[in-house]
């Protein structure tokens, strides 16, 4: 029995109990967002999810045409949805942006090396030039290195730091006038979370984030996963648990009477620094002098140095230090 070729053509209907997109109203719903509650097939969510960032892009002016803008690439899911994304609504809105792929290697055998390769691969499908930068040729010290000299409990800390150091490095050789990271909203909770645990709730109101990057196989402690573990357990309860928790950040404001540190530049290597010696320049030191743990903790103004040239780091002050005084007061 031949079927005509109008019915051929008709998609099958919805089994029973399926949803239809809320938005096009044809196609099987793929998901519910949680943002706004709406059940969506893929396509539709793919084309929302452009949308509201070309929104975002617009409505906060975070380009102008003509600017050279450097893309943190990881090979990971975000940094690689960003890579796509920015790239193809430059093209499409005409933002006029130079779009350059920048990684990291921090140096770490086995693990990072496959993560660079999709950044390669990247670089030729989407038509982004890439710089990569090392650990080892700007510090002198790769992950490997530093690990097999701090071990497993602090080496996050230099990570951390190298890392965001070694992106806005990489920038000035691109002569990047920004740098884009890409993180999803469970990044942003644990990164809220981590700041108030912290005291720090200056860091939040001033919007900026403490770099996430995959933890890698040196960290299978970090203080981070266990605020993911922590906000999970939250989401399983409460599905927008996630999404409240970053809005709970978003309304956090700094007391009239704080005193909030005053950023100047490091005095030995000339980078962004709250005092006269950055933490990247405190950590390479310690390690350096085979006093790895050196600049592990808070320190004084000026990286504590002795008369000796000797950074002590007192435990009195570290058990003493005010979250009042010195991060800020919660104010809502």
């Given at each position: 029995?031949d079927?005509?070729?109008?019915?051929?053509?008709?998609?099958?209907?919805?089994r029973a109990?399926?949803r239809?997109c809320v938005r096009?109203?044809?196609?099987?719903?793929?998901?519910?967002?949680?943002?706004?509650?709406?059940q969506?097939?893929?396509e539709?969510?793919?084309?929302?999810f452009?949308d509201?960032?070309?929104?975002?892009?617009v409505?906060?002016?975070?380009?102008k045409a003509?600017?050279r803008?450097?893309?943190?690439a990881?090979?990971?899911?975000?940094?690689t949805?960003l890579?796509y994304?920015?790239?193809?609504?430059?093209?499409?809105?005409?933002?006029?942006?130079?779009?350059?792929l920048?990684?990291?290697?921090?140096?770490?055998t086995?693990?990072r090396?496959?993560?660079?390769?999709?950044?390669?691969?990247?670089?030729?499908?989407y038509?982004?030039p890439?710089?990569?930068?090392?650990?080892?040729?700007?510090y002198?010290?790769?992950m490997d290195?530093?690990v097999k000299a701090?071990g497993?409990?602090?080496?996050?800390?230099?990570?951390?730091?190298?890392?965001?150091q070694?992106?806005?490095?990489?920038?000035?050789?691109?002569?990047?006038?920004?740098?884009v990271?890409?993180h999803?909203?469970?990044?942003?909770a644990?990164?809220?979370l981590?700041?108030?645990l912290?005291?720090d709730i200056?860091?939040?109101?001033?919007?900026l984030?403490?770099?996430?990057?995959?933890?890698?196989?040196?960290s299978?402690?970090?203080y981070?996963g266990?605020?993911?573990?922590?906000?999970k357990?939250?989401?399983?309860?409460r599905?927008?648990?996630?999404?409240d928790?970053?809005?709970?950040?978003?309304?956090?404001?700094?007391s009239t009477?704080?005193?909030m540190?005053?950023?100047?530049t490091?005095?030995?290597?000339?980078?962004?620094?709250?005092q006269?010696?950055c933490?990247?320049c405190?950590?390479?030191d310690g390690?350096?002098?085979?006093?790895?743990?050196?600049?592990?903790?808070?320190t004084k103004?000026g990286?504590?140095a002795?008369s000796d040239?000797?950074?002590?780091i007192?435990?009195?002050e570290?058990?003493t230090s005010s979250?009042?005084g010195?991060h800020?007061?919660?104010?809502f």
């Amino acid at each position: 029995m031949d079927v005509p070729a109008a019915d051929r053509a008709r998609p099958p209907p919805p089994r029973a109990g399926s949803r239809l997109c809320v938005r096009c109203g044809e196609r099987k719903a793929a998901l519910k967002r949680p943002k706004t509650l709406e059940q969506i097939c893929r396509e539709c969510f793919y084309i929302v999810f452009e949308d509201e960032i070309h929104q975002t892009i617009v409505e906060n002016s975070l380009f102008k045409a003509g600017e050279r803008v450097a893309i943190g690439a990881s090979g990971g899911k975000d940094s690689t949805v960003l890579a796509y994304v920015l790239s193809e609504l430059n093209r499409h809105h005409n933002y006029g942006l130079d779009l350059f792929l920048l990684s990291v290697d921090e140096g770490i055998t086995g693990y990072r090396d496959d993560s660079l390769e999709t950044v390669k691969r990247n670089e030729i499908q989407y038509g982004l030039p890439l710089k990569i930068v090392s650990y080892k040729d700007l510090y002198g010290w790769t992950m490997d290195d530093i690990v097999k000299a701090i071990g497993l409990k602090n080496n996050c800390t230099f990570c951390g730091v190298f890392r965001r150091q070694a992106l806005d490095r990489g920038a000035a050789l691109l002569k990047a006038d920004k740098i884009v990271t890409g993180h999803n909203a469970d990044d942003i909770a644990e990164t809220v979370l981590l700041n108030i645990l912290r005291g720090d709730i200056a860091r939040i109101e001033n919007g900026l984030i403490w770099l996430y990057h995959d933890p890698g196989i040196y960290s299978p402690n970090a203080y981070r996963g266990f605020a993911r573990e922590f906000i999970k357990d939250l989401e399983r309860m409460r599905p927008r648990a996630i999404l409240d928790i970053i809005k709970s950040g978003e309304n956090f404001r700094i007391s009239t009477t704080t005193r909030m540190p005053e950023q100047g530049t490091c005095e030995r290597c000339g980078y962004i620094s709250s005092q006269k010696l950055c933490k990247a320049c405190v950590l390479l030191d310690g390690l350096n002098r085979g006093l790895p743990k050196l600049g592990i903790g808070r320190t004084k103004a000026g990286a504590g140095a002795d008369s000796d040239g000797k950074q002590r780091i007192k435990r009195s002050e570290r058990n003493t230090s005010s979250l009042q005084g010195k991060h800020g007061n919660f104010d809502f």
